[in-house]
Antibody, heavy 120, light 112 residues
Framework: QVQLQESGPGLVKPSQTLSLTCTVS??????????WSWIRQHPGKGLEWIGY???????YYNPSLKSRVTISVDTSKNQFSLKLSSVTAADTAVYYC????????????WGQGTLVTVSS | QSALTQPASVSGSPGQSITISCTGT?????????VSWYQQHPGKAPKLMIY???NRPSGVSNRFSGSKSGNTASLTISGLQAEDEADYYC????????????FGTGTKVTVL
């Protein structure tokens, strides 16, 4: 059973960089066939794609966030990470990591989510 | 990147059937059989309920079914139960964005 777990600070100051890591267990990021993604949900709102990465390092970002987002992968640790720079209060949200089936394009496993608040 | 359009809310009584629509364009819902549906209870992560328009993952009740006609996909919940009260989101592959995926706006299902 694949499991994903987000980790990182729950509070980030405005203008700083939000950094989160997703640790994958029960399966290898290097096995191929999946994108490893970040999705966020503003309080009381819908789901928003941030971007995703293939184990090879190929990345795809939401155009609205592209200038501030970096997603990276560490296959040796079976982890992938999110960095979002120059954050504002508008970046306060629950951040989820999830696995995307490349064939079929659906998200089959999700982390539990972590609330990140941007505040001084 | 435009979100797929879903009704804000749908309600029904226990035992009834309800249908949630997800409307897109020929660049997403209408052009590909890559529509998926997710259930989200308050404070929880979304859960995959339907993939590739009408397929159910193992463990998902057969009361949930999916279909598509033109640019609109639908999720039907039959025999509505109290535990079905949640938010539901559709998602689709899209050729109109470099991101390739798009979510729906979300639907709150209320069991009366």
């Amino acid at each position: 059973q694949v499991q994903l777990q987000e980790s990182g600070p729950g509070l980030v100051k405005p203008s700083q960089t939000l950094s989160l890591t997703c640790t994958v267990s029960g399966g290898s990021i290097s096995s191929g066939g999946y994108y490893w993604s970040w999705i966020r949900q503003h309080p009381g709102k819908g789901l928003e794609w941030i971007g995703y990465i293939y184990y090879s390092g190929s990345t795809y970002y939401n155009p609205s966030l592209k200038s501030r987002v970096t997603i990276s992968v560490d296959t040796s640790k079976n982890q992938f990470s999110l960095k979002l720079s120059s954050v504002t209060a508008a970046d306060t949200a629950v951040y989820y990591c999830a696995r995307v089936q490349v064939l079929g394009t659906f998200l089959d496993y999700w982390g539990q989510g972590t609330l990140v608040t941007v505040s001084s | 990147q435009s979100a797929l359009t879903q009704p804000a809310s749908v309600s029904g009584s226990p035992g009834q059937s309800i249908t949630i629509s997800c409307t897109g364009t020929s660049s997403d819902v209408g052009g590909y059989n890559y529509v998926s549906w997710y259930q989200q209870h308050p404070g929880k992560a979304p859960k995959l309920m339907i993939y590739e328009v009408s397929n159910r993952p193992s463990g998902v009740s057969n009361r949930f079914s999916g279909s598509k006609s033109g640019n609109t996909a639908s999720l039907t919940i039959s025999g509505l139960q109290a535990e079905d009260e949640a938010d539901y989101y559709c998602s689709s592959y899209t050729s109109s964005s470099t991101l390739v995926y798009v979510f729906g706006t979300g639907t709150k299902v209320t069991v009366l």
